[in-house]
T-cell receptor, first 112, second 119 residues
Framework: DAKTTQPNSMESNEEEPVHLPCNHS???????IHWYRQLPSQGPEYVIH???SNVNNRMASLAIAEDRKSSTLILHRATLRDAAVYYC?????????????FGQGTRLTINP | GAVVSQHPSRVICKSGTSVKIECRSL??????MFWYRQFPKKSLMLMAT?????????EQGVEKDKFLINHASLTLSTLTVTSAHPEDSSFYIC???????????????FGQGTRLTVV
């Protein structure tokens, strides 16, 4: 699996937008970009994923660079419940590899 | 949405004993499940891939005789930590993907995790 690079930690304020970056310069054409987050003492949960186009869902938005070498997870209005570790993961859709290999992720702190 | 459930959520055991952790897919059939372990403040480390009806595939450095995996049905995989030692204390997490969602819906679902403490 291609590697991703994320900042170790970020901090933001409640009710403000948060932009979490991820670099994946070795991404292949068949790699989907996935984001998961892990709240304290819980298993990870799916946030969003995309291939080439920007994606929106009820939790977040995913902005993918035109060359796909980087992406940004956007939380439009952070709440205290969004404090978690956010993982950016590449997953090959063609090879059928189902396993997710986690990097270090970004620990997001939300200030009240 | 799909749900993966783990049991127990917490367990304390004595050194030398074995502990079994269950992972169930509640509303879908999972031919493949995955087991991770996580130390405090660290990321998830993939231990093995559990395959229904066949042997598990272990990641490099994971002792298969230490961490026994059984995937006897399409909704249940178990991880048994044998002859547990204090260094086996960790947070164990399983995951599965609902194959019925198709290749474009590739999100995985995770259990809530099991906190194992070996004393």
């Amino acid at each position: 699996d291609a590697k991703t690079t994320q900042p170790n930690s970020m901090e933001s304020n409640e009710e403000e937008p948060v932009h979490l970056p991820c670099n994946h310069s070795t991404i292949s054409g068949t790699d989907y970009i996935h984001w998961y987050r892990q709240l304290p003492s819980q298993g990870p949960e799916y946030v969003i994923h995309g291939l080439t186009s920007n994606v929106n869902n009820r939790m977040a938005s995913l902005a993918i660079a035109e060359d796909r070498k980087s992406s940004t997870l956007i939380l439009h209005r952070a709440t205290l419940r969004d404090a978690a570790v956010y993982y950016c993961i590449l997953r090959d859709s063609v090879k059928g590899a189902q396993k997710l290999v986690f990097g270090q992720g970004t620990r997001l702190t939300i200030n009240p | 949405g799909a749900v993966v459930s783990q049991h127990p959520s917490r367990v304390i055991c004595k050194s030398g004993t074995s502990v079994k952790i269950e992972c169930r897919s509640l509303d879908f059939q999972a031919t493949t499940m995955f087991w991770y372990r996580q130390f405090p403040k660290k990321s998830l480390m993939l231990m093995a891939t559990s395959n229904e009806g066949s042997k598990a595939t272990y990641e490099q450095g994971v002792e298969k005789d230490k961490f026994l995996i059984n995937h006897a049905s399409l909704t249940l995989s178990t991880l048994t930590v044998t002859s547990a030692h204090p260094e086996d204390s960790s947070f164990y997490i399983c995951s599965a993907r609902d194959p019925g969602t198709g290749p474009s819906r590739t999100e995985a679902f995770f259990g809530q995790g099991t906190r194992l403490t070996v004393v």
